[in-house]
């Protein structure tokens, strides 16, 4: 049971570049979320999905898209990157019924 | 929407001393309160929760409070050790069958256990 997984760990990319950060669950959880962290800021969220078929914007969904591809994987792509993007991306799961969100290890992203 | 302060942002104290961490939220509605621990270059981890139906928790060594009036809640670490030092979050969060229950956090505490 690995439990929430994140790909890759580290991401350096260009102002302009595309990318897709991957996240998947082995829990069999409904709902899955995108956060950023940025110093001094806590976590904000992106991006959720409330369940297989369903996303919604978060606090800071701009520069962002989300794709829920199956009850076990959510995505989430920067089209063209920003400097203002550099941080580090957390994805988070929650069963149904279920308070408590399980985090992955995270993604560290910077844009140059 | 729902904002969440915390207090302080950093705290040193003496292995075995206890640790305090306030945070107050704006939405009365909020009925679920989480702490999470996160350690160097990981992700946060549930340490403890409370619901807004009970005003203390206790697991081990650490408690959580709840002051729904005053919509502030506090984390309560007891004789700190050096495996204690971390950064922790409080959030908040409007928890309803059927929705995302989203987490709206603080902005983290520093904590730092000296020998």
């Known amino acids: 049971n690995a439990g929430v ?9 260009k102002t ?5 950060l991957q996240c998947a669950q082995d829990m069999n959880h409904n709902s899955m979320y995108w956060y950023r962290q940025d110093p001094g800021m806590g976590l904000r969220l992106i991006y959720y999905s409330a369940s297989e078929g369903t996303t919604d914007k978060g ?23 920003a400097p203002s993007q550099t941080s580090v991306y957390f994805c988070a799961s929650r069963p ?17 | 929407g729902e904002n969440v302060e915390q207090h302080p942002s950093t705290l040193s104290v003496q292995e075995g001393d206890s640790a305090v961490i306030k945070c107050t939220y704006s ?10 621990k996160q350690e160097l270059g990981k992700g946060p981890q549930l340490i403890i929760d409370i619901r807004s139906n009970v005003g203390e928790k206790k697991d081990q060594r650490i408690a959580v409070t ?5 919509k502030h809640f506090s984390l309560h670490i007891t004789e700190t050790q050096p495996e204690d030092s971390a950064v922790y979050f409080c959030a908040a969060s409007k928890v309803a069958t059927g929705t ?16």
Do not use: H, I
């Open chain 1, 5 to 13: 997984t994140q790909t890759p760990k580290f991401q350096v990319l």
């Open chain 1, 16 to 20: 302009g570049q595309s990318m897709t």
């Open chain 1, 59 to 81: 606090e800071v969904p701009n520069g962002y898209n989300v794709s829920r591809l199956n009850k076990r994987e959510f995505s989430l792509r920067l089209e063209s990157a």
């Open chain 1, 96 to 112: 149904s019924g279920g308070s408590e969100q399980f985090f992955g290890p995270g993604t560290r992203l910077t844009v140059l």
């Open chain 2, 27 to 36: 939405d009365s509605a909020s009925n679920y309160f989480p702490w999470y």
């Open chain 2, 66 to 70: 709840l002051n729904k009036t005053a």
């Open chain 2, 100 to 115: 995302a229950s989203k987490l709206t956090f603080g902005t983290g505490t520093r904590l730092q256990v000296t020998l």
